[in-house]
């Protein structure tokens, strides 16, 4: 059974850091590729990032690039979300996923288990 566990979640002001983690366990984690969404309050989850298995591959949404990074530690079964310059749109819960391929994919139906997801709220 393959189970995610986010944490790094809370409140900032504009303009401050937060990392996300989301430490997985029931598989060979480095088999499979592993992203981020988020979904703001009365709106659809989206993608944010994505990592192939081996983390040499990643995707960004365009409204994160050179903002947000995205990376993994296969030897700790974790991957994390760097979120810096962070803005009040932003503001969501944030979920880990893991994908059915080995690739970085974008979408949401590519991901067949997902975890429990970490409030980020951004304050101006």
């Known amino acids: 059974q393959v189970q995610l566990v986010e944490s790094g979640g809370g409140l900032v002001q504009a303009g401050g850091s937060l990392r996300l983690s989301c430490a997985a366990s029931g598989r060979t984690f480095s088999n499979y590729g592993m992203g981020w969404f988020r979904q703001a309050p009365g709106k659809e989850r989206v993608f944010v990032s994505a990592?192939?298995?081996?983390?040499?591959?990643?995707k960004y949404a365009d409204s994160v690039k050179g903002q947000f990074t995205i990376s993994r530690d296969n030897a700790k079964n974790t991957v994390y979300l760097q979120m810096n310059s962070l803005k009040p749109e932003d503001t969501a819960v944030y979920y880990c996923g893991v994908s059915r391929y080995i690739s970085a994919t974008v979408y949401h139906e590519s991901y067949g288990y997902w975890g429990q997801g970490t409030q980020v709220t951004v304050s101006s």
């Open positions: 990592v192939s298995g081996s983390g040499g591959v990643t």
